[in-house]
Each structure stands twice: as structure tokens, then as C-alpha cells.
């Protein structure tokens, strides 16, 4: 089970948010790799990953998305948020048979 | 470019089924794993299936095991999900997404309609 904090984040321009993600499992593998991926839905649009492994980032995603955590605990931090950053944002584990979080929808104060 | 592209979708009636299929172009198919997501009217996403590059390797969410069934041709770049015993809770939005770990390429969706 994935859960996410908070589901709704309204947000300023200009200022980061963070978004906090809980598996009930630890997605740490023997090989190293956490396996907890970040993706962002826009509206009218197919999802888009952002971070995959916990912390790499996807190419052509702005640096201004980090992803960090290991085991069970993880966060999506979104420095500088730009009004194209609204959205929902899921997180989701991928050992064997995936599962995605709840969502967190993001909006402009 | 690479692309997915899914097709199939459409009505169908509680206890009917759909084939889905979902053709790739722009990237070597057959070296990657596959999946199937969809998004119910005002839900969230939900991961449904999952299959490995070889085709051998094979994961469903619980709602679905049973009914669905994904395979892939990779002579046909082409991953499908056959949907049997459809449900009113199948109406969703499926879109098929390539796994490079994460899922990195995703089609556009097809929408499947469940009703009478």
C-alpha cells in the first residue's frame, strides 16, 4: 500500500512544496536501487515520469525536481514551482507488480 | 520518435470483452518490459499489468487477475491486453507505458466504456 501527504497543495510561485510518499513494503532491492518512481498527470495530457529509482531523474525533466528517500519512506521536492507545474502528482513502487499512491493534485495559490 | 499507440477501446456490455492493443515505433520493442495503466472517471492512476521484455515474466493488479490476460508480439512491435467478464469498474481510460525503468513512454490512452 502507497500512501501520499498531503492529497491537495496549493502552491505560490516562486516558493518549493514537497510531497511525501509511504509504502508499507521497503522498496530497497539487494541491489541497491529503491524502486519508487515520481510521475506527474496534467490535465487533457498522458502521465509524464519524472523520477525514477527514488532519485534519478528522467531527461528533459527541469532540475528543479528532486526525488529522495530510501526503504519505505520517500519525497518529491519541487523547488521554484512554475505555474506549468500544476498537476497530479503519483508516486509508485515498481517491484514486480506495481502500485501507484493516492495522488497529490498540486495548484496555484 | 518513440511512440505508443493504443487501440480497441470502445463500448461493452457488463460480462463482454475487448482486446486492446498497443503498437510501438521508434525504439527497439522487444527489449523492453510493458505495461498497461488506466484511469477510471475522477479516480487516480492505477497500474494494471505487466509483462517482461521475453514475454515470460508476467504481473496483474488482483481486480483484474482472472479476466485479463496481456501478451506481446514482439515480431509485431505490438503489446495487447485481452479483457474478458468486463465490469462496470473496468470503465477507464488504459494507456499502455513502456517500463526503461520507470515508465518513460506512454500512448495517449484508449477509453473502454462498461455499461448496458
Known amino acids: 500500500v502507497m500512501t501520499q501527504s498531503p492529497l491537495f497543495l496549493p502552491v505560490t510561485p516562486g516558493e518549493s512544496a514537497s510531497i511525501s510518499c509511504r509504502s508499507s513494503?521497503?522498496?530497497?532491492?539487494?541491489?541497491?536501487?529503491?524502486?519508487l518512481d515520481w510521475y506527474l498527470h496534467k490535465p487533457g495530457q498522458s502521465p509524464q515520469l519524472l523520477i525514477y529509482?527514488?532519485?534519478d531523474r528522467a531527461p528533459g525533466v527541469p532540475d528543479r525536481f528532486s526525488g529522495s528517500g530510501s526503504g519505505s519512506d520517500f519525497t518529491l521536492k519541487i523547488s521554484r514551482v512554475e505555474a506549468e507545474d500544476v498537476g497530479v502528482y503519483y508516486c509508485?513502487?515498481?517491484?514486480?507488480?506495481?502500485?501507484f499512491g493516492p495522488g497529490t493534485r498540486v495548484e496555484i495559490k | 520518435e518513440e511512440q505508443l499507440v493504443e487501440s480497441g477501446g470502445g463500448l461493452a456490455q457488463p460480462g463482454g470483452s475487448l482486446r486492446l492493443s498497443c503498437v510501438a515505433s521508434?525504439?527497439?520493442?522487444?527489449?523492453?518490459?510493458m505495461n498497461w495503466v488506466r484511469q477510471a472517471p475522477g479516480k487516480g492512476l492505477e497500474w494494471v499489468s505487466y509483462?517482461?521484455?521475453?514475454?515470460?515474466?508476467?504481473h496483474y493488479v488482483e481486480s483484474v487477475r482472472g479476466r485479463f490476460t496481456i501478451s506481446r508480439d514482439n515480431a509485431q512491435n505490438s503489446l495487447y491486453l485481452q479483457m474478458n467478464n468486463l465490469r462496470a469498474g473496468d470503465t477507464a481510460v488504459y494507456y499502455c507505458?513502456?517500463?526503461?525503468?520507470?515508465?518513460?513512454?506512454w500512448g495517449k490512452g484508449t477509453t473502454v466504456t462498461v455499461s448496458s
Open positions: 507505458a513502456r517500463a526503461s525503468p520507470g515508465l518513460d513512454v
Open positions: 521508434g525504439f527497439s520493442f522487444r527489449s523492453f518490459s
Open positions: 509483462i517482461g521484455a521475453p514475454g515470460d515474466d508476467i
Open positions: 513494503q521497503s522498496l530497497l532491492h539487494s541491489n541497491g536501487n529503491n524502486y
Open positions: 529509482l527514488g532519485s
Open positions: 509508485m513502487h515498481s517491484l514486480q507488480a506495481r502500485t
